[in-house]
């Protein structure tokens, strides 16, 4: 492995001298959003082009130098943190953030990897077309960070994950070697599809620098509904309602659980339960339409009534305004920062098949209720794909630190649940180092090695973020 700085030296020469930052200049990027995962680096990199990515990943395969690819550093599970034996140099994306293209005829948009996701989204809407990826870290999560980890979101029931809406990649490999493969050719059967191999790679496979992605047209009109129920069986019997009155116009169909209602009224800026009084659980569904805001809300009104007379539905209000859309939205999206302030929590990311979330929900529930009995369970998530984000805060009083260790209980047993339903151990949020050990447990052997084999031939010497995923 090359002299720290004599590689220093070489990085300055191709990214400039106020694009390498070392010592305290790299402590931005040494940590995750919620401080689980801490490392060390030899220096932060800032390319501003692909040829520059391509000139820093050859040095580093020729030095054997580990590279940690980092968009908006603000993944859950530690896949752009570096390990703590400072050899390794984190190469930022940030400064390859051009728009290089917009199509709207064609809807597609090309966009390099630092593009922040709010920004395509604004280019989109700027061409009367509609980006439909959705994050809650949208105002600063990377395109090329979306693609990595194959973000999901609150779009995914209608337009699909990041895979979905990507038709081209860019990709510098660990070589140095740039595959061009930016087509917007929604038909392309020419062997292999290589870009999903690196979408959902987090990095392990080569760099993206830049992506074609899709696009839609703007809906004419949009309703939205905040709903209580009384449990997820009802949720998933109005769901299915839902989605037979709109079919692909059912765009939102999120649940929550009360005490996460709770919580971001609590402690989010503006957030009001919609509701005057408490209930169970709620959706807050949406549904979209090519014609007119009239369709929309006559599709919606439609459902309610249904769910109304079947006794699916508590209570609903529709929302009458921009502004009241906006208020509902803020309150789901404000579920997961609105758990920090409620001490330690154990997180999981998961997915089932849509029919089996109201077994799910009643069996973890169970189980972790066994393990401590105080634990506040906030659950929510996109229940039309499957995906439901099973957070646990601690007890009101309890020692967060002590809380936090029976994640070695409370995951293993939430998963097996998981497993026991057919479903995935990280249905958006990626592997990284979090979930690397329990891959093995969900992934076949065949699978595996498969696995091992691409990650080989791709990334012979092994520099590309080491220690993930694998």
């Not at 953030?97 to 989204?121: F, M, S, Y």
Request: aromatic share 4%; proline share 5%; hydrophobic share 40%.
């Amino acid at each position: 492995m090359m002299e720290k700085t004599e590689l220093v030296t070489r990085l300055k020469e191709i990214a400039g001298e106020g694009n390498v930052f070392t010592g305290t200049e790299t402590e931005p990027f040494l940590s995750e959003p919620r401080g689980r995962w801490t490392g060390k680096a030899a220096a932060v990199v800032r390319p501003g082009t692909t040829e520059e990515v391509a000139a820093i990943l050859k040095i580093a395969s020729e030095t054997g130098t580990p590279v940690v690819p980092q968009g908006g550093n603000t993944g859950l599970v530690g896949g752009q943190i570096p390990d703590m034996s400072g050899t390794a140099v984190i190469l930022s994306t940030a400064r390859l953030n051009r728009i290089r293209d917009i199509d709207p005829d064609g809807n597609t948009i090309t966009v390099e990897a630092g593009v922040v996701l709010q920004a395509v989204q604004e280019a989109a809407d700027a061409h009367d077309r509609l980006f439909p990826l959705s994050l809650g870290s949208q105002g600063s999560c990377q395109i090329g960070g979306n693609l990595s980890t194959n973000a999901g979101g609150t779009g995914a029931l209608a337009h699909g994950v990041a895979r979905d809406l990507c038709l081209g990649l860019e990709v510098v490999l660990p070589t140095g070697e740039i595959l061009d493969d930016l087509n917007k050719l929604k038909k392309d059967n020419t062997g292999y599809n290589l870009r999903n191999l690196f979408i959902g790679a987090e990095g392990t496979l080569g760099v993206i620098t830049a992506a074609v992605l899709k696009l839609f047209p703007k809906p004419a009109g949009r309703a939205t509904a905040f709903v209580a129920l009384p449990s997820p069986a009802e949720a998933l019997a109005l769901f299915a309602r839902a989605r037979g009155e709109a079919g692909n116009g059912l765009t939102a169909f999120e649940l929550m659980a009360r005490i996460g209602v709770e919580f971001s009224v609590r402690h989010i800026e503006g957030v009001r339960d919609p509701l005057g009084e408490h209930h169970p659980w709620y959706v807050l569904m949406e549904i979209s339409s090519g014609q007119s805001e009239e369709d929309a809300r006559g599709k919606l009104e439609a459902v309610l009534e249904y769910g109304l007379e079947d006794g699916l539905v508590l209570d609903a209000a529709i929302a009458e305004s921009y502004a009241q859309h906006a208020d509902f939205w803020r309150l789901r999206e404000g579920m997961s920062e609105s758990q920090k302030p409620e001490g330690g929590s154990i997180k999981h990311d998961i997915s089932v098949p849509v029919d089996s979330v109201p077994d799910f929900l009643a069996e973890a529930d169970k189980a972790v209720l066994a393990i401590e009995p105080g634990s506040r369970i906030c659950a929510f998530g996109h229940l039309g794909d499957g995906n439901i984000h099973y957070n646990i805060s601690q007890p009101v009083g309890a020692d967060r630190k002590v809380f936090l260790q029976l994640a070695e209980v409370i995951t293993p047993a939430v998963h097996g649940i998981v497993r026991a339903h057919g479903g995935s151990i990280s249905a958006e949020h990626g592997i990284g180092q979090m979930k690397r050990a329990e891959l093995a447990e969900t992934k076949q052997p065949v699978a595996l090695d498969l696995m091992r084999r691409i990650k080989k031939a791709f990334d012979p010497a092994g520099i590309m973020n080491p220690g993930k995923v694998l």
